[in-house]
Each structure stands twice: as C-alpha cells, then as structure tokens.
C-alpha cells in the first residue's frame, strides 16, 4: 500500500526547457515533504524540502509546490540542464508523529534533459 | 566530514547464505533508517531506530531480516537464509532527531550496499 506514489517512471524534456515531476500521497497526517535526487550507484541527496504550512518553496533552479487538498506536490525545474539527469525521489514525513517522523519514499521518477 | 557509511559496497553471494550489511551514521546523529530500493517500490523503509531502539520495524520483508543497533556510531542489517528475490541496493541513512525544526526530518544517505544473491 504505496502511501507516495510517484506515477511516472519517466521523463525526457530538452535543455532549458522546464521539468515537471509529480507526487500524490494519501495520508492526510504527513505535513513534511522533501526531494531526493539520486545518481547512478550513489546514495539519495537531499534537494529541496516544504512544510505544510506553505505552498510554495524555491531554491534557485528548483521549486517546489504543495497543494495540500488534491494531497499533490511538484516539482519544478527551470531552466533544465544535463547534469540534472538523475532519478528523483519523493518523500514525505509526519513531523508530528510522536514516533520519530519516519520518511516514506514514492517509487522514483527517472529524469533525462537532452542537450 | 564523513557522511553515512556502509559496507560492503558490494557482495555477491549463494542463496542460503548469511549477510550482514553494516552502517555507521554520521557522528551525532541519533536516528538511523534502513531502506531497500527495488524498481517496483522505490526506496521501501525495512526498520528505523531512535537513539538506539527500534520505534517501526513493520518494513522487514520477513524473518529471515533483522537489524541491530548495539551502539550510536553502527548498526548492522542481517539476512538469514539469503534468497535471490533479496537482491538490491540497501541504503542506511541517518539525522540528528528532534532538532526543533520541521528541517530536522532531513536524512542523510549512505552510498548503498548493492547485494546480488545468486
């Protein structure tokens, strides 16, 4: 019972052109939501992160929306670039969990810009 | 600094064998994930400790799993008898738990443990 979901399992968008990758979860206690990206035999790296409380977080290239009544995020890149090809990871968090906050990952989104 | 490390990178091993995959987080950090990436699930959570102690272990595929944490600084994540449907990379990750802030849920990956059980 997949709590992320990560629909795409792929996505191909051309140099400088905007890349938009999507998460939908169903549990209506997750109030953190983070980004992952991840190399080829690398460990997941941190990216980008947004609480509840906002709908919108930017970083640079990167920005990510919260819509918290259709229980989506996205995430926005503009301007693409090569170096950004890797597999996205989504993750969400219940920072009120008195348990500890424990990060459930969606399946993966595979990104390949093209020069 | 060091991040979070594992070992083996690698190990190819024979099914009915015993693998023990080791971790240790990053100095300070005091919550220490285990999760297993396959093409269908992603990145599955298999057990999570705080300061030491178990708090979810309901992502263990089976007995056949078990994870320990003797100490702040390793843990080990075991599989015993090893099966072919085992195979994948197994990543352990770690923070620093309550730091205060919504941030502080913010892990921190090893490079993976790639485990081919032939």
């Known amino acids: 019972d997949q ?35 991840k190399y080829p035999a690398e460990g997941p790296t941190f990216l980008i992160s947004i609480s509840s409380i906002k709908d919108k977080n930017e970083d640079g ?30 993750a969400a968090s219940g920072w009120s969990d008195n348990q500890g906050g424990k990060l459930i990952f969606g399946q993966g989104t595979e990104l390949s810009v093209k020069p | 600094d060091a991040g979070v490390i594992q070992s083996p990178r690698h190990e190819v091993t024979e099914m009915g064998q015993e693998v023990t995959l080791r971790c240790k987080p990053i100095s300070g950090h005091n919550s220490l994930f285990w999760y297993r990436q396959t093409m269908m699930r992603g990145l599955e959570l298999l057990i999570y400790f705080n300061n030491n102690v178990p708090i979810d272990d309901s992502g263990m595929p089976e007995d056949r799993f078990s994870a320990k944490m003797p100490n702040a600084s390793f843990s080990t994540l075991k599989i015993q008898p090893s099966e072919p449907r085992d195979s994948a990379v197994y990543f352990c990750a770690s923070r620093y738990y309550p730091s205060g802030i919504p941030s502080g849920n913010t892990i921190y990956f090893g490079e993976g443990s790639w485990l081919t059980v032939v």
């Not at chain 1, 191909?12 to 109030?31: A, H, K, P, W």
């Not at chain 1, 009544?69 to 989504?90: E, M, R």
């Open chain 1, 3 to 37: 709590q992320v979901k990560q629909n795409s399992p792929s996505l191909s968008v051309q140099e400088g052109r905007i890349s938009i990758l999507n998460c939908d979860y169903t549990n209506s206690m997750f109030d953190y939501f983070l980004w992952y990206k």
């Open chain 1, 61 to 90: 290239r990167f920005t990510v929306f919260l819509n918290k009544s259709a229980k989506h995020l996205s995430l926005h890149i503009v301007p693409s670039q090569p170096g950004d090809s890797a597999v996205y990871f989504c």
